[in-house]
T-cell receptor, first 111, second 116 residues
């Protein structure tokens, strides 16, 4: 079975540009999570969905960040406009109960 | 509120030595507990989990963890460490109010360095 799929794996962009990160959860999983990982702040939960509905977005840093889940097999995390402090590794994870399975992450660098 | 504490930020052990990584949690009921491992440049991989039953849980790569309710602990152990075990290890607890959604509370992580 394919695990959680994230794209792109690496993204380099310039400050002010829009960035879109993509995630395909494991088939049959009904919850999806977006995390951000940095050296300074560790692993942070940004937002999570259950049955495609956002349940808790209290971890989203500010209005520049938005996330959508239009269907059970796809989610996006968008940053507009991007800033250098957004540079981090962004992980997507999915679950069908209590166990989360993580994707390989997207390493974002904002210059 | 649920919380997870990993007291050791960084641990160094010699290859072949035994390992114990500590995890303490704060939770009002029987928790769901997890250990994940993250190798450099990789995502988090599930090592093992505890939901109920036997308090000694076996995982992948020769790891085990023991749930001790009286100590609110879920320490990870391995009898003989291999150089490939060098990674960051995260303990996590399932959030009770989200038992149907799988939300987890993660500890800050412990970085394991293995000396040859």
């Amino acid at each position: 079975d394919a695990g959680v799929i994230q794209s792109p794996r690496h993204e380099v962009t310039e400050m002010g540009q829009e960035v879109t990160l993509r995630c395909k959860p494991i088939s049959g999983h009904n919850s999806l999570f977006w995390y951000r990982q940095t050296m300074m702040r560790g692993l942070e939960l940004l937002i999570y969905f259950n049955n495609n509905v956002p349940i808790d977005d209290s971890g989203m840093p500010e209005d520049r960040f938005s996330a959508k889940m239009p269907n059970a097999s796809f989610s996006t995390l968008k940053i507009q406009p991007s800033e250098p402090r957004d540079s981090a590794v962004y992980f997507c994870a999915s679950s069908s109960g209590q166990t989360q399975y993580f994707g390989p992450g997207t390493r974002l660098t904002v210059l | 509120a649920q919380s997870v504490t990993q007291p050791d930020i960084h641990i160094t052990v010699s290859e072949g030595a035994s390992l114990e990584l500590r995890c303490n949690y704060s939770y009002g009921a029987t928790p769901y507990l997890f250990w994940y491992v993250q190798s450099p440049g990789q995502g988090l991989q599930l090592l093992l989990k505890y939901f109920s039953g036997d308090t000694l849980v076996q995982g992948i790569k020769g790891f085990e963890a023991e749930f001790k309710r009286s100590q609110s602990s879920f320490n990870l152990r391995k009898p003989s460490v291999h150089w490939s075990d060098a990674a960051e290890y995260f303990c996590a607890v399932g959030a009770s109010y989200s038992s149907n959604t799988g939300k987890l509370i993660f500890g800050q992580g412990t970085t394991l360095q293995v000396k040859p």
